[in-house]
């Protein structure tokens, strides 16, 4: 939901002391999971992923997770997709130049990551998404190491 | 340099392929302009919708002699014209110096690499990189947006391709391609405080030049340009700001409404409306944004942009001053030396 993605971008930070307190726990879990019951478990696990990042992000489910880069600001929702930064086009509101009534996901992404101890990652270039991946979990992703 | 200097450096025929020099990535004469040192002058050229390929070249002369390069846009606005690739052969074979410019929404890695080693071979030494507009705004709203790559990942491409002769898939080229890398700016729209961060990433993906959208505030401007000189970013890429030639205050107010990304300031607009000349006032304002332009430090050119006053090109550049009496490579001047030579 459009306005649920606003604050978490807001409150990126919050996101991020989240992300990092409870990731390894969960990854950890996800690991044993995998280990005992393969890929049997593997469809419940991404719906749970899609359903709670879909609430919080509007994820869309891209399968190689950027919100720790991007301020909390998933950079599936532009338009273009652009994975590295805003396009020329921005409004002078802030505003996408494709949906005039959406804030860029750029700006709530720069704006997120200013907030983020480790909101300078944001810097870094994303390359290119592999679209084989889409519609898969980035938890599991993690989970396998692959 | 002597007209028999010139013939020995560049050959005789106006489309022959300059050699590469050293510390070079291509044999294109715009990147020659730029390490050298000059204000170089590059400018946009329609691509026509048509066919006929002595219009592009029509379009082209009004150019000659008066900028080291000419950008071909890549279906500008999402609307479709002759393609970039296609201009730009075009533009080769007469002796132009095209820039090609491939925007992210119509191809996806596989058709982009491949234009990529076709650019190359027919004779293209500049490429830049751009996201491109959304299908949206333009005349196939109905399209599939592809957006396979965006800007930064689409100069990595270029930049594996040329320095590590290889496709993004790891299979090796036979010839790498040689092109000069380039990339937008748009440091006059939001978020402000991250543009020059932009402009960074861009450098770092392996942007040799950068081309802005217009600007029309001098001030922001500076001020863009001094947070990318504490960067170092001007010793690493060299910026070209885009000059616009505005027709009237009319046009400067729908340009500003209906395109995101475009600021122009209300001074600019109020003295378009108060000159009794409003076309002769926007060559004006150009000339003198220019000049201005030239005085920054860190900025090695600028890119006029002339949109359907591309007749008022040269008379712009000669008046502003900026190439200091340097005449950039032309065509037709290489082919009049070439005549003297034969006789």
């Known amino acids: ?142 989970a396998r190491d692959d | 340099m002597t007209d028999r200097a010139t013939i020995d450096a560049e050959g005789l025929n106006p489309g022959d392929p300059l050699a590469q020099l050293s510390g070079h990535v291509s044999h294109g004469r715009f990147e020659r302009v730029l390490r050298a040192g000059h204000f170089a002058i590059s400018t946009e050229i329609a691509p026509p919708d048509s066919a006929d390929p002595q219009e592009v070249l029509r379009r082209a002369a009004l150019f000659d002699g008066h900028v080291d390069a000419i950008n071909a846009t890549d279906g500008s606005g999402a609307n479709c014209h002759m393609s970039s690739l296609a201009v730009c052969a075009l533009l080769t074979r007469e002796g132009h110096s095209p820039i090609i410019q491939i925007s992210c929404r119509d191809r996806n890695r596989i058709a982009i690499q491949g234009d990529l080693l076709g650019a190359s071979a027919l004779g293209v030494c500049s490429v830049l990189c751009l996201s491109g507009d959304d299908v949206s705004v333009g005349d196939h709203p109905e399209a599939k947006p592809v957006f396979d790559l965006d800007s930064v990942s689409l100069l990595q491409t270029v930049r594996i391709l040329r320095d590590e002769s290889r496709f993004l898939s790891g299979r090796q080229l036979d010839l790498p391609p040689r092109l000069f890398l380039g990339a937008s700016i748009n440091p006059f729209a939001p978020p402000h405080s991250a543009r020059v961060d932009q402009f960074a990433k861009k450098v770092s993906a392996g942007a040799q030049f950068v081309q802005s959208q217009y600007c029309f505030d001098i001030e922001m401007a500076r001020a863009f340009m001094a947070r990318s000189r504490d960067l170092g970013l001007t010793e690493r890429c060299y910026v070209l700001m885009g000059v616009g030639v505005l027709a009237s205050a009319k046009t400067a107010r729908w340009l500003r409404s209906a395109i995101p990304g475009v600021h122009i300031p209300e001074d600019i607009i109020h003295r378009l409306e108060q000159a009794e000349k409003p076309r002769a006032e926007g060559r004006k304002i150009a000339v003198e944004l220019m000049q201005q332009l030239a005085e920054i430090e860190g900025i090695s050119g600028v890119h006029l942009m002339a949109f359907k006053q591309e007749e008022w090109v040269g008379e712009i550049v000669t008046q502003s001053g900026v190439l200091q009496g340097r005449r950039p490579w032309s065509p037709s001047h290489l082919a009049h030396l070439t005549q003297l030579a034969k006789a």
């Open chain 1, 1 to 142: 939901m459009y306005s649920v993605r606003l604050w978490s971008a807001r409150h990126s930070r919050q996101m991020e002391w989240a992300y990092n307190t409870f990731n390894p726990a969960v990854v950890a879990v996800l690991r044993g999971v995998v280990k005992v019951f393969g890929r049997k478990l593997d469809k419940p696990i991404t719906k749970a992923e899609a359903l709670a990042k879909g609430f919080l992000f509007d994820c869309k489910m891209c399968g190689d997770c950027a919100l720790s880069k991007t301020g909390m600001s998933c950079p599936m929702n532009c338009p273009k997709t652009l994975r590295n930064g805003p396009c020329g086009g921005v409004r002078e509101n802030g505003h996408c130049e494709v949906k005039p009534e959406m804030r860029c996901v750029w700006v709530a992404a720069w704006d997120g990551a200013s907030r983020m101890k480790q909101g300078d990652r944001i810097a870094e270039a994303n390359f290119a998404l592999d679209h084989r991946l889409k519609g898969q979990s980035s938890w599991l992703k993690l």
